[in-house]
């Protein structure tokens, strides 16, 4: 089974890239920002406390991602593998995965880091907010805010997956067309 990490600041495009690798490389698409998001729309418990957290540009408690992967997961038995999109987002996470995937004797196949500068954040950010009106692309003070927690609780991922040696970096910025020409030949390349 393989397991991928689609890694990035907010905004970097992994919910663009994700898409095609999915139908690319046969994977089933985890993304914890989703499921959270299919949660506060259905009115539940958990979306109602996790609403609170996300419109702040907050995280949510690990407990609660980590819960989400784990049911994936044994939901879904036959597949290929996995593409881990906004998962996982602390050393915690990160830390907890690798338990889960030791007790099936498996290991994160590679990570594809897609990078792009806090400016291009901000800029994209604004963008979509026009286009998919989510409450954590409102307003400046809330993407400063999920930058802000991007660099103190997921960036030093960075350097747990380096020393594994299984951190992939790829450029971010440019065109659709010409970033997911390099996330296919990363992938290719892990495959
Ligand atoms: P995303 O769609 O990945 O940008 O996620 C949207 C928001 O959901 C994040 O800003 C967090 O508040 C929350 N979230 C998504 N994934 C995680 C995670 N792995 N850990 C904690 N919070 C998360």
Do not use: C
């Amino acid at each position: 089974m393989k397991y991928f990490i689609l890694f990035g600041p907010p905004g970097a495009g992994k919910g663009t890239h994700a898409a095609p690798l999915v139908k690319k490389y046969n994977l089933l698409h985890i993304s914890t920002g989703e499921l959270l998001r299919r949660e506060i729309a259905a009115g539940t418990e958990l979306g109602r406390q996790a609403a609170a957290l996300i419109e702040k540009g907050e995280l949510v408690p690990d407990v609660v991602v980590e819960g989400m992967i784990a049911n994936t997961f044994a939901a879904n038995p036959h597949v290929a593998g996995f593409l881990l999109d906004g998962f996982p987002r602390t050393v915690q996470q990160a830390m907890d995965l690798d338990e889960m995937l030791e007790s099936r004797d498996e290991s994160v196949t590679g990570v594809i880091s897609l990078m792009i500068s806090d400016e291009e954040i901000h800029k994209r950010i604004r963008g979509r907010a026009l286009v998919e009106g989510r409450a954590d692309d409102a307003s400046d003070e809330i993407i400063s805010n999920r930058i802000r927690t991007y660099h103190a609780k997921t960036e030093p991922l960075i350097e747990i997956y380096r020393e594994k040696g299984i951190y992939n970096e790829v450029d971010g910025m440019g065109s659709i067309e010409e970033v997911q020409g390099r996330v296919f030949d990363t992938v290719d390349k892990l495959i």
